[in-house]
């Protein structure tokens, strides 16, 4: 796993593919000295875009990720294109409280406020 430390820059809305597949993405901007900016791009998958609800850009934040890539053909065309992302496996705030706990389980899930705000 790496690790990738900055602040948030944007969040990204749900895409749903036709596949049903889903996909977020959570852009974090490094916190280092120099001219050049590092932007980069961050991937959520399937079930856990949910996990992205309370993060706001400004957050600093400290992204556990994992580099995933695929070959694909397409069926059509038989040209073959490579994807990549850059995956995140845990996202924790800075000052060492977890920002996307994990879900709870169906049965625990606490009740719900009402308004869908959340307090993060």
Do not use: C, H, I
């Amino acid at each position: 796993m790496y690790e990738f430390t900055g602040k948030v820059k944007a969040v990204g809305e749900v895409q749903t593919f036709a596949s049903g597949f889903t996909k977020r993405e959570l852009v974090v901007e490094e916190e280092r000295e120099g001219n050049w900016p590092n932007v980069v791009a961050f991937a959520f998958k399937k079930d856990n875009v949910a996990k992205l609800d309370g993060v706001r850009p400004g957050m600093r934040v400290k992204v556990g990720f994992a580099v995933d890539g695929r070959e694909w053909t397409d069926p059509n065309t038989g040209k073959v294109r490579y994807f990549s992302d850059l995956t995140v496996l845990r996202l924790e705030q800075l000052d060492g409280v977890v920002q996307v706990p994990k879900p709870a389980e169906p049965n625990n899930l606490p009740p719900d406020p009402g308004d869908g705000d959340m307090p993060f």
